[in-house]
């Protein structure tokens, strides 16, 4: 059965620093999102990207922030100067395969420590 | 704008008790309605959905029921197993357009001890 992943599993990073998460979305979806979850915390959405630009953000995608689909494969979230407060779980989805669907298809997350 | 909530954990239940876990949300149009189940250490699955009113989602012994007059979407199970002990999410997205955000509840804690 066809998959979300995201790479990698644990990213530990000093303040500061840029990161970049990974995605390699379903491979015949069109619509690609991000999420985070802090500890404790209800999930909250962050973007959502489709045919090569960005549909809609939040208030918490701020200019640190920034997502690209370098290839026909990938999916990438950047954040250019990592704060304490952006430990998070971040979850990548995809959805709407050619017959179109409204289900979104979650990956395992990257949990991203900032010290 | 739409929303979800969703009733505090955590909850703590014996083996083979009867589970519910109420979800009751605001939105505009007709979304679709899901449950998402988070195991420990684990990332989100999706549990079941419901597409529209009346609809019912079921799966792995969990169901939950499209109310569209009280604007709920129940999860219930008759058995729970030590195996159900996770975080479950109640969530939306409005089908309108197609790459429509999920919108999640807290989610609700469930502990289950032999």
């Known amino acids: 059965e066809p998959e979300v992943t995201q790479t990698p599993s644990h990213q530990v990073t000093q303040m500061g620093q840029e990161v970049i998460l990974r995605c390699v979305p379903i491979?015949?979806?069109?619509?690609f999102y991000w999420y985070r979850q802090i500890l404790g915390q209800k999930v909250e959405f962050l973007v959502s990207?489709?045919?090569?630009?960005?549909?809609?953000k939040s208030e918490i995608f701020d200019d640190q922030f920034s997502v690209e689909r370098p290839d026909g494969s990938n999916f990438t979230l950047k954040i250019r100067s990592t704060k304490l407060e952006d430990s998070a779980m971040y979850f990548c989805?995809?959805?709407?395969?050619?017959?179109?669907?409204?289900?979104?298809?979650f990956g395992p997350g990257t949990r991203l420590t900032v010290l | 704008g739409n929303s979800v909530t969703q009733m505090e954990g955590p909850v703590t239940l014996s083996e083979e008790a009867f589970l519910t876990i109420n979800c009751t949300y605001t939105?505009?149009?007709?979304?679709?309605l899901f449950w998402y189940v988070q195991y420990p250490g684990e990332g989100l699955q999706l549990l079941l959905k419901?597409?529209?009113?009346?609809d019912k989602g079921s799966n792995k012994g969990f169901e939950a029921t499209y109310r569209k007059e009280t604007t709920s979407f129940h999860l219930e199970k008759g058995s729970v197993q030590v195996s159900d002990s996770a975080v479950y999410f109640c969530?939306?997205?409005?089908?309108?357009?197609?790459?429509?955000?999920?919108?999640f509840g807290p989610g609700t804690s469930l502990s289950v001890i032999p």
């Open positions: 939105a505009t149009g007709y979304p679709s």
């Open positions: 491979s015949n979806h069109l619509y």
């Open positions: 969530a939306l997205s409005d089908p309108g357009t197609s790459y429509d955000k999920v919108i």
């Open positions: 990207f489709y045919n090569n630009e960005i549909s809609e």
């Open positions: 989805a995809s959805s709407g395969g050619l017959a179109g669907a409204t289900e979104q298809f």
């Open positions: 419901a597409t529209k009113a009346d």
